[in-house]
């Protein structure tokens, strides 16, 4: 069995910052991406951030600049730390673990509010 849990949402005001944490745990062997998504209400889910196991990150280009994804190897933890956080960020931020065989787990979701 596998487990993701996310942390770390909440409200903040415009221009704050707010750290979310993934942690995978049970029997997933290898794990290759992990990413966040977010979605809006009333919008389709979209990538937010993902890394690989060796660094390499890619971003949306609405928070290049803001965001910062990193993870530890060793205790199969994915971070996002966001900064000058804007109202159109609010949304519930999703992670996903990808692992070897194709296989993709998604977490239950935390939500970000960010007021004006």
């Known amino acids: 069995q596998v487990q993701v849990v996310e942390s770390g949402g909440g409200l903040v005001q415009a221009g704050g910052s707010l750290r979310l944490s993934c942690a995978a745990s049970?029997?997933?062997?290898?794990?290759?991406?992990m990413g966040w998504y977010r979605q809006a209400p009333g919008k389709q889910r979209e990538l937010v951030a993902s890394i690989t196991s060796g660094g390499s990150t890619n971003y949306a280009d609405s928070v290049k600049g803001r965001f910062t994804i990193s993870r530890d190897n060793a205790k199969n933890t994915v971070y996002l730390q966001m900064n000058s956080l804007k109202p159109e960020d609010t949304a519930v931020y999703y992670c996903?673990?990808?692992?070897?065989?194709?296989?993709?787990?998604w977490g239950q979701g935390t939500q970000v509010t960010v007021s004006s």
């Open positions: 049970g029997s997933i062997f290898r794990i290759n991406v």
């Open positions: 996903n673990v990808g692992a070897s065989g194709f296989r993709s787990y």
